[in-house]
C-alpha cells in the first residue's frame, strides 16, 4: 500500500465549477499535511496548509480527518489557470527535519 | 521564482557515466533536501542536510549516490556509473528550520536522462 494515495484523474471539469481531491494516508504518525501544486514540467509550489479544523484561502478549502487518515482540497469556481496537478503531501518528523512524502498527484483541466 | 536554483536544468548522458548536479538554497536557509521525481509519480525523498550535516538517507539513495553540502551553503549530487533506471527529475528544497509547518521552496528541477 502506498503511503499517500490520490486518484490521479484526470479530472476534466468546465470552468465555475466545483471540484473535490481527496487523498488518504496509511502512516498515523503523520504529523502535518499540505497540498502542493505542480504545473507541467515545473517544480511543486505550496498551494496550503491542512489542519483539523479545516482552512480556506480564497477559492480553495482543505480539511484534514486524522481518524480516517483522509485529507480534502475543495476548489470553487474554477478558473483555466487552476489546471495543473494537485499534490497531497504528508509530514513525518525524522531526525530533525521535515520528510515530506507525496501522492502521485491528480491531475485537473479547466476547460472553457 | 522561489530562489532556489539548479545546475545543470538538462542532462543526457550514457549508461556508466558520472553526473554531478548543483543545488543553491535560498541563502539563509539551514535546511536542504534532495528528492527524486519520475513521470507520473510524486517527487520521493532522497536525502536531507541541517548546515553541512547529512542527517537522514533514503533507502532509494544507493551506494552510487552520494550527497554534500561542505560549508552549509550549497550542494551536489553525485551519480556514478548511472542506470537507466536513474532517469528523473532531481529536485532540490530549501527550508529556514522551523516547526512541522515549515515550508520547503524547490528548485526547477535537474532532468537526468540516461541513455
Known amino acids: 500500500r502506498k503511503e499517500v494515495e490520490q486518484d490521479p484523474g484526470p479530472f476534466n471539469v468546465p470552468e465555475g465549477a466545483t471540484v473535490a481531491f481527496n487523498c488518504t494516508y496509511s502512516?498515523?504518525?503523520?504529523?502535518?499535511f499540505f497540498w502542493y501544486r505542480q504545473d507541467c514540467r515545473k517544480e511543486p509550489k505550496l498551494l496550503m496548509s491542512v489542519y483539523s479544523s479545516g482552512n480556506e484561502d480564497g477559492r480553495f478549502t482543505a480539511q484534514l480527518n486524522r481518524a480516517s487518515q483522509y485529507i480534502s482540497l475543495l476548489i470553487r469556481d474554477s478558473k483555466l489557470s487552476d489546471s495543473a496537478t494537485y499534490l497531497c503531501v504528508v509530514n513525518l518528523l525524522t531526525g530533525g527535519g521535515n520528510k515530506l512524502t507525496f501522492g502521485t498527484g491528480t491531475q485537473l483541466k479547466v476547460e472553457l | 521564482d522561489t530562489g532556489v536554483s539548479q545546475d545543470p536544468r538538462h542532462k543526457i548522458t550514457k549508461r556508466g557515466q558520472n553526473v554531478t548536479f548543483r543545488c543553491d538554497p535560498i541563502?539563509?536557509?539551514?535546511?536542504l533536501y534532495w528528492y527524486r521525481q519520475t513521470l507520473g509519480q510524486g517527487p520521493e525523498f532522497l536525502t536531507y542536510f541541517q548546515n553541512e550535516a547529512q542527517l537522514e538517507k533514503s533507502r532509494l539513495l544507493s551506494d552510487r549516490f552520494s550527497a554534500e553540502r561542505p560549508k552549509g551553503s550549497f550542494s551536489t549530487l553525485e551519480i556514478q556509473r548511472t542506470e537507466q533506471g536513474d532517469s528523473a527529475m532531481y529536485l532540490c528544497a530549501s527550508s529556514l528550520k522551523g516547526g512541522l509547518q515549515e515550508t520547503q521552496y524547490f528548485g526547477p528541477g535537474t532532468r537526468l536522462l540516461v541513455l
Open positions: 541563502s539563509e536557509h539551514n535546511r
Open positions: 502512516n498515523s504518525a503523520s504529523q502535518s
